[in-house]
Each structure stands twice: as C-alpha cells, then as structure tokens.
C-alpha cells in the first residue's frame, strides 16, 4: 500500500516568490492536513481538507492557502515567500470517519528554503 | 486541545526496556491519548493510542494512569532504530468534524539509544 506522497521533496525560493507543494493521500483517505515545521516552533497545524471543503485552520497568515481536488489530492500554497517560511512542510492524510479517533498517516515532507 | 508535559530527553541502552513519561492533569473525559515518534528526516509515525485501558501492539505499550493525568509510553527493547523524537498528543474524540486532522505537537522527548 502506497504512503502520502509529498512533491517536491526539496525546493529553493527567494523572497517574494510563491510556491505549491502536492499531496497525495493513501488511498481511500478523504482527509489531508497540513503542518509547517521548524526548529523553533516545532511542529504547526495549517489547515484541513475534507471532501474538497477547508474544515479547520490553525494561526497563520492568509499568505497560506490550500485546496483540495476531487480525488482527495491537496495542494498548499504560499505566496509572498518570507525567511521565516523556510520550513519542512508535512501533509498528513486520514479515513475521517465518524467517532474515529484519528490517526495521521504523515508523508516525509517538502523541505522549503527561502533565501 | 489539553497540554503535555515530557521530559525534554531520555537515554537508553539497546535491548533494554524504556518508559516515556507524560503528564496531562487536564485531560478531559473524551480526550484521548496518542503517540507519534519522528525518526531524523522523517515525517511523525504513529505509535499507540489509547482511552483509560493499558494497550498494547506491535510497536509498544501504553500504560494509562488510573486517573488518566499520565500516561507512559514503553518501549519493551529498545533498538537503535527506536532513536527518535516522541510525541504525547490528546487529541478529542469525534470533535464534530472541527478539528479531526488536528493534532497539538508539544516539544516531545528526545530518545537516544547507545549501543
């Protein structure tokens, strides 16, 4: 069984740019989340996807965005690139379903640097 | 989501048993309580999971105090593939869909395993 796919792996942007990294769940999972990690805040949630729907977003600026296609695939991206953006940016994918306590299947992420 | 406390690192030594301590005296009746571990360049993998019972898999143990204001995670023999950072994380169950790809990360514990 294929894991969460996170393309591309490695990504070098200058500020002011923009960037879309891709998600793509196991299949059958309807839920991708979205975390931004650092060393200095650890690991953040961004945003939720549920059936092509934003269902929660954590405390970031509206310079992150996502989406989430029909096939349950998930696009996140981030405009105005920013130093402090330089991230591993991690997508989780999940079943979703009602009184399932939720584990996360996580891919190894999209490494952004931003010079 | 409730807060964790764990101590910052541990160590131990390959084959031997180890206990990951965590602490949440504000847990609340529906919270429950999970573990993820982030191994070097790696995006976080779930562990274990529990509500009130101890529970066991392939991976380790979750020993769930009697008042559920900690837990610990055991690691029966540790292996040097064990060296990872571990995370304690409540999360709430069937949450109405608000928060379900939602998980809080705390700074987690640092294992080292010698050899």
């Known amino acids: 069984k294929a894991g969460v796919t996170q393309t591309p792996r490695y990504l070098i942007k200058t500020r002011g740019q923009q960037v879309t990294l891709s998600c793509s769940p196991i299949?059958?999972?309807?839920?991708v989340s979205w975390y931004q990690q650092t060393p200095g805040q650890g690991l953040q949630f961004l945003f939720e996807y549920f059936s092509e729907t934003q269902r929660n977003k954590g405390n970031f600026p509206g310079r992150f965005s996502g989406r989430q296609f029909s096939n349950s695939r998930s696009e996140m991206n981030v405009s105005t690139l920013e130093l402090g953006d330089s991230a591993l940016y991690l997508c989780?994918?999940?079943?979703?379903?009602?009184?399932?306590?939720?584990?996360?299947?996580f891919g190894e992420g999209s490494r952004l640097t931003v010079l | 989501d409730a807060k964790t406390t764990q101590p910052n690192s541990m160590e131990s030594n390959e084959e031997e048993p180890v206990h990951l301590p965590c602490n949440h005296s504000?847990?609340?009746?529906?919270?429950?309580i999970h573990w993820y571990r982030q191994l070097p360049s790696q995006g976080p993998e779930y562990v274990i999971h529990g509500l009130t019972s101890n529970v066991n898999n392939r991976m380790a143990s979750l020993a769930i105090a009697e008042d559920r204001k900690s837990s610990t995670l055991i690691l029966h023999r540790a292996t040097l593939r064990d060296a990872a950072v571990y995370y304690c994380i409540l999360k709430r169950s069937n949450a109405g869909g608000t928060s379900y790809g939602k998980l809080t990360f705390g700074q987690g514990t640092i294992l080292t395993v010698h050899p």
């Open positions: 989780a994918s999940s079943f979703r379903l009602a009184g399932d306590t939720g584990e996360l299947f």
């Open positions: 299949s059958g999972h309807r839920s």
């Open positions: 504000t847990i609340s009746g529906t919270d429950y």
